[in-house]
């Protein structure tokens, strides 16, 4: 079994910055993609990014150029850097591994961006 705990969500202005974790825990295969997701108050779950175990990296064309994804092996932990926030960046971002074809996803953590 694979536990996902995100942290750093919160409150910030527009044009702000934040940077999320998601750290892993369990008995966790080294080959495995992990990935952060959102959902926002009424909207489907959208993919915003991925990473795979060897750093291969993919971000949804609403966050290229503000949001990068990358982790630490080492610590079993995923980042989401979030910069130039924006209101509609609004959401709660979840953290997803997928793994020997197994998924597992974190309990979640809110982003609040004001204008």
């Known amino acids: 079994q694979v536990r996902l705990v995100e942290s750093g969500g919160g409150l910030v202005q527009a044009g702000g910055s934040l940077r999320l974790s998601c750290a892993a825990s369990?008995?966790?295969?080294?080959?495995?993609?992990m990935a952060w997701y959102r959902q926002a108050p009424g909207e489907q779950r959208e993919l915003v990014a991925t990473?795979?175990?060897?750093?291969?990296?993919n971000r949804s064309d609403s966050v290229k150029g503000r949001f990068t994804i990358s982790r630490d092996n080492a610590k079993n932990t995923v980042y989401l850097q979030m910069n130039s926030l924006k209101p509609e960046d609004t959401a709660v971002y979840y953290c997803?591994?997928?793994?020997?074809?197994?998924?597992?996803w974190g309990q979640g953590t809110q982003v609040t961006v004001s204008s």
């Open positions: 990473i795979t175990n060897g750093g291969s990296t």
């Open positions: 997803r591994m997928t793994s020997r074809g197994y998924d597992y």
């Open positions: 369990g008995r966790i295969f080294s080959i495995n993609v």
